[in-house]
């Protein structure tokens, strides 16, 4: 069972966001990166499945040449591969243009996968549509936000998460499924996997290289604008006994703020 | 023509569905052209019932008995035709599970992109622009989608709904051919549906613990908060999932789901740059801690510096004196 594994590298989610309005652009500098936290559950569930299946698990990543500390991170929790698509092009919030590039890579450089894995989003640019968009590209069957996988021979079952239920889904592999928080705990390098995966050499490959047409690489969102929302005024805080509180705080519900 | 995807989930028509289609509705009256609706599915008419009089010229009912289940494959292949036949300006999905699942599966199919988990929609000589939280509402990012449809998701309780109309609209039935091969997945189950139970990103009031609520049972006191409050459901910081304390399904923030209430309840929660991320869109901020440095007091419109242990049961008995 092969399994390729798409990351991606982004600022920390304790980060606090600042913006160059001139630019239309999140300031990278001072930021810390991080593998986008879904998609080490991702890693985790394709390291389970070589354990229990054998085959290999490839983690590969579009973003610029930073990118290869997420890769090694993949790496050291015991990945077998890594490859970095070198992409200089700042976050374009386009997902269509990410899911052409990584289909064109799984199609051209990848064909033996049976799972493609992924995050359910990469936290920043927030649209959980890559993983659907490569599925649809790619002409494979699709679960979305997965917190359960069961495969048997060249078939699955998952079930994904939706509003206040779950949602079991049976689908043929080869597939694309992208993971949610439960799927399982994802492992921690050891100092093992660590000073091994210092010596993999890690593949830069360029758009190019995947045979993709330059104006595939064009995006096409356009950014208008990007802001920091309004900052919020801190409110009033209620005195009294906690009974005193409770009734006053149900009094300006109900009349100052007309919410309940 | 702009045109809504209707999702209709046990025969029945979401709210958020309603919710797309009246900012549908206004977007197309400011660009001076229709809104139309479309259901995917089988045995449609209850919930066409639902939709007919909701200001939406036309409806466009995608039948097949392969699409009684749902499939994103399916239903992809099923809207592909109709914008074909149509060609909207736009195509507007709820963001919800169903919607986000499907939506880039239908751009991907079309050729173009999508802007995702919109919270406010505006129309400039004639082109639609998308604002979308990103970094979990850290930013705000506008965006146009220069290529023909734009495809949009919209989150769930922000817009506001349009009054019915008293013109019903006209209804194009089609019956779908899928063909031999074409879905290679589907839905075979719905577990753990309870009906009841109300998801954190579709409720119209959170009531969220952390850290301080010390154990499940804290959870269960606010479970009862959540069931004399309206449409109301409970939510956790990561701190309080990563416990074990409540589910996951249950967590705010930017790990969890981003969700922009009536009222955001935080009982315990300091309020970690992640979590105020995912709740700070909320209309109106709730907060109650027993430490007055918690910098959740700082988004509240209102706080309680208090132990929550006493002020929980002390709401719960003023809300249900407010039904006396």
């Known amino acids: 069972m092969n399994v390729l594994v798409f990351v991606k590298r982004v600022p920390d989610t304790e980060s606090r966001i600042r913006i160059d309005r001139e630019a239309k652009s999140v300031v990278e500098e001072g930021l810390n990166f991080i593998i986008s936290p879904y998609d080490e559950y991702a890693i985790e569930e394709a390291l389970r499945l070589r354990e229990a299946k054998g085959g290999k698990v490839v983690v590969a990543s579009l973003g610029p040449v930073e990118t290869l500390a997420t890769l090694r991170k993949a790496l050291a929790m015991g990945a077998d591969e890594a490859v970095l698509i070198k992409d200089d092009r700042k976050e374009t919030y386009d997902p269509l243009r990410v899911a052409r590039v990584l289909a064109a890579f799984a199609r051209n450089r990848q064909a033996d996968a049976d799972l493609l894995l992924f995050g359910r989003m990469s936290v920043g640019s927030d649209n959980a549509a890559v993983p659907s968009m490569v599925a649809e590209i790619l002409g494979l069957p699709q679960a979305n936000v997965v917190t359960r996988l069961e495969i048997e021979g ?7 998460e939706i509003e206040s239920a779950l949602e079991k889904i049976s689908f043929s592999l080869p597939a694309v499924v992208s993971a949610q928080k439960g799927l399982n705990e994802p492992r ?3 100092l093992k996997g660590i000073m091994a995966a210092k010596k993999k050499t890690i593949p830069v490959l360029t758009l190019s290289d995947l045979g993709l047409p330059e104006e595939a690489s064009v995006p096409q969102v356009e950014v208008m604008n990007i802001e920091l929302p309004a900052a919020k005024q801190a409110g009033k805080i209620l005195a009294g006994t906690p009974e005193e509180a409770a009734r006053e705080l149900v009094r300006l519900l109900r009349t100052e703020a007309k919410a309940l | 023509m702009i045109l809504t995807y209707i999702e209709v989930r046990n025969g029945k028509v979401k709210k958020s569905s309603l919710e797309t289609l009246s900012e549908a509705r206004r977007a197309a009256a400011a660009m001076g052209v229709a809104a139309e609706a479309v259901l995917v599915g089988y045995a449609l008419d209850g919930a066409l019932a639902e939709v007919r009089s909701s200001g939406a010229a036309k409806i466009h009912l995608l039948e097949s008995p392969e699409l009684a289940d749902y499939s994103s494959q399916g239903y992809a292949l099923a809207l592909e035709g109709l914008v074909k036949e149509t060609a909207p300006a736009a195509v507007f999905f709820p963001a919800t599970a169903m919607g986000r699942d499907l939506a880039p599966r239908l751009s991907a199919r079309l050729g173009v992109s999508l802007a995702s988990d919109c919270t406010a929609i505006s129309v400039s000589s004639g082109r639609l622009a998308f604002t979308r939280p990103i970094y979990a509402g850290k930013a705000l990012l506008a965006v146009t989608l220069p290529a023909s449809p734009a495809i949009a998701t919209l989150r ?6 349009e ?6 609209a006209e209804i194009i039935r089609k019956t779908v051919a899928i063909p031999a091969g ?4 589907k839905v075979v189950e719905v577990l753990g549906e ?25 959870f269960t006191l606010l479970g009862e908060l959540a069931a004399v409050l309206p449409r109301a459901a409970v939510g956790a910081s990561r701190t309080a999932v990563d416990s074990g304390w409540i589910g996951h399904s249950h967590q705010v923030g930017q790990t969890g789901k981003t969700v922009s209430p009536n009222i955001y309840f935080a009982f315990g929660i300091s309020g970690a740059i992640q979590h105020l991320a995912g709740m700070s869109s909320s209309k109106v901020i709730v907060a109650v801690n027993k430490d ?7 988004v509240a419109d209102y706080g309680i510096v208090a132990d929550l242990f006493q002020v929980v049961p002390a709401l719960v008995a003023a809300i249900k004196a407010l039904g006396a």
């Open chain 1, 154 to 160: 060249a078939t699955a079952t998952a079930q994904r």
């Open chain 1, 188 to 190: 921690y390098e050891t």
């Open chain 2, 156 to 161: 769930p309780n922000v817009f506001p709904l």
């Open chain 2, 163 to 168: 009054p019915e109309t008293s013109v019903e």
């Open chain 2, 182 to 185: 074409a879905v290679k997945g």
């Open chain 2, 194 to 218: 309870s009906g009841a139970a109300i998801d954190v990103a579709e409720a119209e009031i959170v009531v969220s613990g952390g850290r301080a609520m010390k154990g499940p049972e804290g």
């Open chain 2, 292 to 298: 007055p440095e918690a910098p959740m007091f700082k």
